[in-house]
């Protein structure tokens, strides 16, 4: 799906969503039911070790074949099938969210009342990826705070920092909600140089070090003030545990998908919830079916940052669902059965490249 326009961070430039979804059919009592997964890998193995091409293969030679082979198989229990299968979560949280589709579908219910969320919508802030020049950054911030987007994150790396961030903070003013999304651009060598964003009154800084580099995001978090933000690091409940017990991550960036599914995304902000730990739901430029099923996610109350949950048109001329539509600064929870979208078939043949 072409995007409107380039998405750069500071791993790479993208200009269209490559993606692969799982179509999961069961043959129930009432007749068959469809459920629909997204798979969050991107098309290179630079933001995660997992891509596409490698999602799909695991899938097709390893991850389905297991659930083929289970009797009476639950979204409760598709992870429990495939637990021998070692890493490969987003690929693992593909499968489980089209059998949670399917089993919600069957059942006529929503993915927010199956969850215990909470509220008709939740506050939807956007990512803004490295621009090519002020002027261009302060251009497009300004639109997105025009559109009434709730908080402002923006995309750094080495050499694009300290000044993009200036000079959003000096055009827009101190009561923007404001944060910064590093991708691993850093090492613990740039400490002296991190601190100084301190200066700008952050909400939080996302991901400064690599994803291996727990131990050493707790030892930075004590060498600045601005809240230290895990995403890539955060895997699993286990590697959140040890990050909050480690004083790591002051917040979580919770992404369903980079943790092996929606029911592991609970499980962790449960976690985050009872240590008094903040979490706010990212994204991984998802069509209108994750995005969806992340709202409803996102609208657990110990969600209380704004999420990387913007509308459909942030990235997307047209979209595979029904429009994602941020008004007002929030998204509504959808409240149909499942996840309250449905793939427009037309939509889908128009963007799809394999069978
Ligand atoms: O680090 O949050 C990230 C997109 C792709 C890969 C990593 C990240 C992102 C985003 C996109 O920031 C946020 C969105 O989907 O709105
Ligand atoms: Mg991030």
Known sequence: MPLISPFTTSFMRETEKDCYLVEASFDTEAGPVTGWGESVAMIAPLYSEEYVDGGIAVTRDWLAPRLYEAESLTAETVGWHLRHIVGHPMAKSALEMAVLHAQLLAQGRSFQEYLGGVGAAVPSGVSVGIQDSIPELLRVVGGYLEEGYARIKLKIKPGADLEPVAAVRKEFGDDVLFQV????????????????????????IEQPLGEADIRQHAELATLMHT????????????????????????????????????????????????????????????????????????????????????????????????????????????????????????QLAKFRTEV
């Open 181 to 204: 999304d590093a991708n691993a651009a850093y090492t613990l060598v740039d400490a002296a140089h991190l601190r100084r964003l301190d200066d700008y009154g952050l909400l939080l």
């Open 227 to 346: 809240p230290m933000c895990l995403d890539e690091s955060i895997v699993s409940a286990e590697a959140a545990a040890d990050a909050i017990s480690l004083g790591a991550a002051a917040v979580i960036n919770i992404k369903p998908g980079r943790v092996g599914g929606y029911l592991e995304a609970k499980r962790i902000h449960d976690l985050a919830r009872a240590h008094g730990v903040a979490v706010w739901h990212g994204g991984m430029v998802e069509t209108g079916l994750g995005r969806a099923a992340n709202a409803a996610l996102a609208s657990l109350p110990g969600f209380s940052l704004p999420g990387d949950i913007s509308g459909s048109s942030r990235f997307f001329h047209e979209d595979i669902t029904e429009e994602i539509v941020m008004h007002d600064g929030v998204v509504d929870v959808p409240t149909g059965p499942g996840f309250g979208v449905s793939i427009d078939e037309a």
